[in-house]
């Protein structure tokens, strides 16, 4: 259902876009929460097996700005993580006050069970919906507004 125009029409449009924005990110993250829940992770708890798996060790506040999340709540998801057996801190070489974040040989072996088989979820749900050249045409356009809205 189209609203009517109320506030000018650049910023009707830029509402319009970003209502669209908005429900559809939140579409693909209760779809991919869904996904997730299947291997017995939060999605924080996920996102932090993903990135070190991904990019290796790491300080809590290197992961922090990764994830955009608070250094609190990313204490809280490390512990857990750490009482599951999937993550250790361990003391930083370079910083004594610092500790690096890394996955366990378990921590290791569930991402490598997990993230392939999220990574074919995640492409089914968004080939069944854009082509390859919309795909590629959104994600530049969401870089771009990302990085604009940075500046």
């Not at 910023?11 to 876009?17: F, G, I, K, Q, R």
């Amino acid at each position: 259902m189209k609203t009517t125009e109320k506030y000018g029409k650049k910023a009707d449009v830029a509402l319009s876009m970003w209502v669209k924005l908005a429900r559809a990110a939140d579409t693909l993250g209760m779809l991919t929460a869904k996904d997730i829940d299947q291997y017995g992770l939060t999605v924080s708890q996920f996102g932090i097996i993903e990135t070190l798996g991904h990019l290796g060790p790491m300080k809590i506040g290197e992961m922090c700005s990764k994830k955009l999340t608070t250094g609190g709540n990313m204490t809280v998801v490390i512990d857990n993580l750490e009482k599951l057996g999937l993550v250790e801190r361990v003391k930083d070489a370079d910083d004594r006050r610092a500790y690096v974040v890394r996955l366990t040989a378990k921590g290791d072996q569930k991402f490598m069970e997990m993230f392939p088989k999220h990574a074919d979820y995640v492409e089914k749900l968004v080939w069944s919906a854009l082509t390859e050249k919309e795909i590629s045409e959104l994600s530049e356009l969401l870089k771009k507004l990302g990085c604009s809205l940075k500046k």
